[in-house]
């Protein structure tokens, strides 16, 4: 009896720790997680990229339109411009566990490296501000004048922030650590898009009525050269290891593959109508485009340069950050959605 016993207990043992191996198994495997925001549907969509299906809804105020993710890929903050708040999103849970009170049309959000600072734009209010994380209070605020969108530099040294202003468009520098304007890059067109490639030695940024993407010069704060591209350049992306720059053309409905390199232009893969934004896989070869006007995500292969699936959401999304991993407990990496901003 004593033996059968034991037999029975070892193999309830042996059972379980099998049970707990496929278990850790299959979190591990399991792929991230992308959000979209539905500008007009008022919510944010959950993607699966394992199966490039959409998983849940999470409701949102009026207009969600910028969208940033934490490194750790924890927490997704979205702001609504026909609101006055910024929505924290738990990754865990898939809903909205507090808010953030920014002022009237919040837009633009991007988060520093090191996750412990959020950048959100206000554009009634005409501020910008320095937002503490994870208390999610108000550290500091600095005036911009109609902000955009914001590119913070890889070391989490300086941000790049665009200013729409009808005298005076421009892209404004900021030291992060004073919080302190520290030049301005006089444009002739509203700048759209900044966002650094991710040796940091690169800033691409769009204009409105452009139809080129602009190269800066951090160092120098010179506009070196331009790419030409398809009409309404939206927004710039670098894939890891800057192994790719990515932009969308949105009168034209294609992504542009570029070679960061040599900044010239490689391919343009069609995708959906009015492409606004790009995320990739973490390893790069894979981009997420959400497309405006046929409320779709087209799927990119970047190595074969071809759409592989399209994934339908909801009323005219607009913009798409992926988390880095699967793992919420991994190391935290840099990611293209926290820095860019959205």
Do not use: C
Not at 42 to 71: F, H, K, Q
Not at 79 to 92: F, H, L, N, P
Not at 155 to 168: C, E, L, M, P, W
Not at 218 to 243: L, M, Y
């Amino acid at each position: 009896m004593f033996k059968s016993r034991g037999t029975k207990t070892v193999s309830l043992l042996a059972a379980a720790a099998l049970s707990l191996m496929a278990l850790g198994a299959q979190a591990q495997d399991a792929a991230p997680k992308a959000y979209v925001d539905d500008f007009k549907g008022n919510m944010v969509e959950v993607i699966d990229t394992a199966s490039n299906t959409v998983l849940t809804t999470i409701p949102v105020p009026a207009g969600p339109d910028s969208m940033t993710i934490t490194p750790d890929g924890q927490t997704v903050y979205v702001s609504s411009t026909g609101d006055t708040k910024i929505s924290v999103i738990d990754t865990a849970t898939d809903k909205v566990t507090r808010t953030i009170e920014v002022g009237a049309n919040p837009y633009g959000l991007a988060i520093t490296p090191d996750g412990k600072t959020l950048l959100a734009g206000s554009v009634g209010s005409g501020m910008m501000d320095f937002i503490d994380l994870p208390a999610n209070t108000i550290a500091a605020q600095v005036p911009v004048d109609t902000i955009h969108n914001i590119g913070i530099s890889p070391d989490g040294s300086i941000a790049y922030v665009a200013s729409q202003s009808k005298t005076a468009p421009g892209l404004l520098e900021f030291d992060l650590a004073s919080r302190k304007q520290t030049a301005s890059i006089a444009l002739t067109a509203p700048p759209r898009s900044v966002v650094f490639s991710r040796d940091g030695k690169q800033v691409y940024f769009t204009e409105t009525g452009v139809d080129s993407v602009q190269v800066l010069d951090p160092a120098t704060n010179k506009i070196v050269t331009q790419i030409a591209v398809g009409a309404s350049p939206h927004q710039p992306f670098f894939t890891a290891n800057d192994e790719y720059a990515l932009i969308v053309s949105q009168k034209t409905n294609v992504l542009n593959i570029i070679d960061p390199a040599t900044n010239t232009l490689e391919a343009t893969v069609p995708v959906g109508k009015m492409p606004h934004w790009i995320t990739t896989s973490a390893n790069g070869d894979t981009a997420y485009v959400t497309n405006e006007n046929d409320n779709t995500v087209s799927v990119v292969d970047l190595e074969t340069q071809k759409v592989t699936a399209t994934i339908t959401v909801g009323q005219a999304p607009h913009k798409i950050v992926m988390q880095p991993s699967a793992s919420m407990t991994a190391t935290p990496e840099m990611t293209p959605e926290a820095t860019a901003g959205a």
